[in-house]
């Protein structure tokens, strides 16, 4: 079978999720209780949105929610037939610190697509700046089809297991044909088990539904966070409700204008970049596994993939995958590459597995793919991350296509290329055709929109920052020069101090700031 494409998920959430659980929910929870009630008017419906008054002008009853505030709205399946059937999304509101102080809502986004709006944030204290956590409700959603919001699940765990764990990289036209069976099976299973739903997962979908939370929540602008694929959301949206915009920040950019083609090459470009640096800092440690150079670190890096693709590590200290393959062994070191805090981890990993041992390395997958350890799944980012992508842009059913840009790609990224410009074959077996094509985004009559790109950020490279920041009609580039995915609350403080400024005095940032 075959895989999906590398996430789009801010390196942040994972870890911000995690320390959610901690002893800071009970904090929350006391200041939730002591909250004064915040007297809310749901805004109407903008132009052009007729039929939807029933959604727009729906209250929100709030309740407590381990720590924090949950609630629920509905809205339609499909925006074209609002009187039809409806869905309901998971909200989670972490309430403002100082509730005297309190400025608005603030709606954010971890990426994905598929990534849980509702835990990250519940880990408010750590996304956003302390500013900006005293002065705003933090409010997540689930976007539909995500976690609580009517999800959509294609495969058991044990067949995600599998799915995930083969062969991402065909050598030969055997395993491109069984790699595109895998393909349209998986295509198949998400057509038989997300029914009615699968057509209305888009992110032009998900940007209705953000609209409506603006109005629920009584804004009338959204202020908003959003990070890697939450920036092509939140672009969608600032095309689609320009007079809406309020106090905009994309982080980690994907432009809505790239092709699938272009997405898969700009990633094996940005993969094979981090994982260069990574390698530098493999050999500056001085105990580094896979050699005394870079070169020699990332041709070793392949031949270890090579390796284990034929003959799995036999070790995992996982029951249920028992073997680390090439498929397991890949998300284990992209997860690394979202965060140079994990590099050491990484360097130790390999290590491991190169004398036989899986085991760290199956535990950075895991990590990655949002898989407990031992089995099951906490979320179902790595199914519905396809029903998105699907929807958004066109894709061929051509394996002589996909042979050929893999070809091509391992020219410019060795290590990643085939890997990526193979990962979207599901796409062009989809049971239902593509609502979207890529597309200009202007925002034009939107309040500034603040861009931030990181030089050498490996999912969203730099130049889809400046891509889109070219694009919008009144925007603010911050560029970080560093590592990793995404820039803010990542312990960089010209960024954070930019954005906090932004957020709490409206001062948008000097276009072209570096960091």
């Given at each position: 079978m075959t895989l999906r494409p590398l996430a789009l998920v801010a390196a942040a959430a994972a870890a911000a999720t995690a320390l959610a659980g901690c002893s800071v929910v009970a904090d929350v929870r006391d200041r939730v209780q002591a909250r004064p009630s915040v007297t809310v008017s749901p805004q109407p419906p903008p132009p052009g949105s007729e039929g939807l008054d029933r959604f727009y002008e729906q209250g929100l009853e709030w309740s407590d929610c381990s720590g924090a505030e949950c609630a629920t709205m509905t809205v339609p399946l499909d925006y074209a037939e609002p009187a039809g059937g409806t869905i309901d999304i998971a909200l989670l509101r972490v309430p403002a610190k100082r509730a005297g102080q309190r400025i608005g809502s603030?709606?954010?986004?971890?990426?994905?697509?598929?990534?849980?709006?509702?835990?990250?944030?519940?880990?408010?204290?750590?996304?956003?700046?302390?500013?900006?956590?005293?002065?705003?409700?933090?409010?997540?959603?689930?976007?539909?089809?995500?976690?609580?919001?009517?999800?959509?699940?294609?495969?058991?765990?044990?067949?995600?297991?599998?799915?995930?764990?083969?062969?991402?990289?065909?050598?030969?036209?055997?395993?491109?044909?069984?790699?595109?069976?895998?393909?349209?099976?998986?295509?198949?299973?998400?057509?038989?088990?997300?029914?009615?739903?699968?057509?209305h997962v888009s992110t032009e979908d998900v940007a209705r539904d953000l609209d409506v939370l603006r109005a629920v929540l009584?804004?009338?602008?959204?202020?908003?966070?959003?990070?890697?694929?939450?920036?092509?959301?939140?672009?969608?949206?600032?095309?689609?409700?320009?007079?809406?915009?309020?106090?905009?920040?994309?982080?980690?950019?994907?432009?809505?204008?790239?092709?699938?083609?272009?997405?898969?090459?700009?990633?094996?470009?940005?993969?094979?970049?981090?994982?260069?640096?990574?390698?530098?800092?493999?050999?500056?440690?001085?105990?580094?596994?896979?050699?005394?150079?870079?070169?020699?670190?990332?041709?070793?890096?392949?031949?270890?993939?090579?390796?284990?693709?034929?003959?799995?590590?036999p070790k995992t200290g996982d029951g249920q995958v028992p073997q680390l393959t090439e498929g397991w062994a890949s998300l284990g070191i992209a997860a690394a590459m979202y965060d140079q805090g994990a590099w050491r981890t990484l360097v130790d990993a390999l290590d491991d597995a190169v004398a036989g041992d899986g085991t760290a390395l199956m535990q950075l997958a895991d990590q990655y793919a949002d898989r407990n350890p031992g089995g099951g799944y906490a979320g179902n980012i790595m199914e519905v991350i396809y029903a998105v992508n699907c929807l958004d842009k066109p894709e061929s059913d051509s394996v002589e296509e996909h042979a050929r840009l893999a070809e091509e790609a391992a020219a410019e990224a060795p290590t990643w290329g085939p890997y990526l410009m193979w990962s979207s074959l599901p796409c062009g077996y989809w049971p239902v055709p593509p609502a979207g094509e890529p597309h200009l985004v202007t925002a034009e009559g939107a309040e500034p929109i603040v861009v931030i790109g990181t030089t050498r950020d490996p999912a969203t490279p730099y130049e889809w920052a400046v891509r889109l920041r070219d694009q919008l009609a009144e925007a603010a580039l911050i560029t970080y020069d560093g590592d990793g995915h995404t820039a803010y609350t990542r312990s960089n403080a010209c960024v954070d101090d930019a954005v906090d400024a932004y957020y709490l005095e409206g001062t948008l940032p000097e276009d072209g700031l570096r960091c």
């Open positions: 603030l709606v954010v986004n971890p990426g994905g697509p598929g990534g849980s709006g509702v835990d990250y944030a519940r880990a408010a204290d750590f996304i956003v700046g302390p500013g900006v956590r005293a002065a705003y409700d933090v409010v997540g959603f689930d976007p539909r089809g995500v976690g609580r919001s009517a999800p959509i699940d294609c495969l058991t765990d044990t067949q995600l297991d599998a799915f995930l764990g083969s062969d991402p990289t065909p050598d030969d036209t055997a395993e491109q044909r069984s790699f595109a069976r895998g393909a349209a099976d998986f295509a198949r299973a998400c057509g038989t088990t997300a029914g009615p739903l699968l057509p009584g804004e009338e602008k959204l202020t908003y966070l959003g990070k890697s694929y939450g920036t092509y959301l939140g672009a969608t949206y600032a095309d689609l409700f320009p007079e809406q915009v309020g106090r905009f920040v994309l982080d980690g950019v994907v432009a809505p204008d790239l092709t699938s083609e272009e997405i898969n090459l700009g990633q094996a470009k940005g993969f094979e970049l981090a994982t260069r640096t990574w390698a530098d800092y493999c050999v500056d440690e001085g105990d580094c596994p896979l050699g005394d150079s870079v070169d020699t670190v990332m041709e070793n890096l392949r031949e270890f993939l090579t390796d284990v693709d034929e003959r799995p590590v």
